[in-house]
């Protein structure tokens, strides 16, 4: 299973992003093979409607959880649609090592 | 002990954490607005409702709702007039929606998949996860950190 994490930049030590849709890198985690792999959030610099796109470029990675600081209301329509699931951890000291960790130690 | 308040019924938190006073920095001593006061002007004053209805909507009394709208404009004119800023937190609320909190890790999480229910924490495994409806949101005097989830 993928499990994607919204990261602020391109290293297993990079921290969780506050804004969801504008963070700079997509961590995507594979749950089974433990590999992480760091793809650039293309919408990051548009004005709006980055939701939906943001929802939908997740969704193309065949990612079935998304890890985030904390999301809005329209991201998570938009993420219910596709039966994404969204983890809010308000804790934005741990990185993505951390999360790889928790991933899979279950 | 007073009597513990009734759970109220959020439909849209929200979509900020709160306004600041333009020209002057003042972020001392901000007014907090609850969620539940918040909710109270938007029903009676932007979603134009009457106060019978909005208590309705919120599933609490026409005279609680009152009290609660009242304290909400007092609110807001204390932070025009003392140009103070406005944080929304806290309050004894429902969203109406399906968050979970994992009690071993802290994550919030949500089943999308509705149709099958959860026996574990998606981001850490452990079992003792609580829907966040029941437990309400906690008041900005016991945790500063718990309540900014827009659902």
Known sequence: MKVAISVNHNSLHAKLDLHFGRCAYFAIVDTRTKKVEFIENPYQNQESGIGKKVSQFINNLDVSRVIGFQFGVKIKEEFDQYKIQLIAVQDADKSVQDFVNMLTNH | ?151
């Open chain 2, 1 to 151: 002990m007073p009597r513990p308040k009734k759970i109220r019924k959020i439909n849209n938190p929200p979509k900020i954490k709160g306004f600041r006073p333009i020209g002057q920095l003042s972020r001392k001593n901000p007014v907090v607005i609850n969620f539940e006061e918040y909710e109270a002007i938007r029903l009676c004053d932007y979603e134009l409702m009457d106060q019978l209805a909005a208590s309705k909507t919120m599933e609490v009394s026409r005279p609680t709702f009152t009290r609660i709208y009242e304290s909400a404009r007092r609110k807001v004119a204390s932070a025009f007039v003392d140009s103070k800023s406005i944080v929304f937190e806290g309050g004894k609320v429902n969203f109406d929606n399906e968050w979970f909190n994992c009690l071993t890790c802290g994550a919030f999480f949500n089943n999308p998949g509705a149709n099958t229910s959860l026996t574990s924490c998606p981001l850490c495994g452990s079992s003792h996860f609580q829907n966040s409806d029941l437990q309400g949101l906690s008041c900005p005097e016991e945790s500063h950190t718990q309540t900014d989830l827009t659902c």
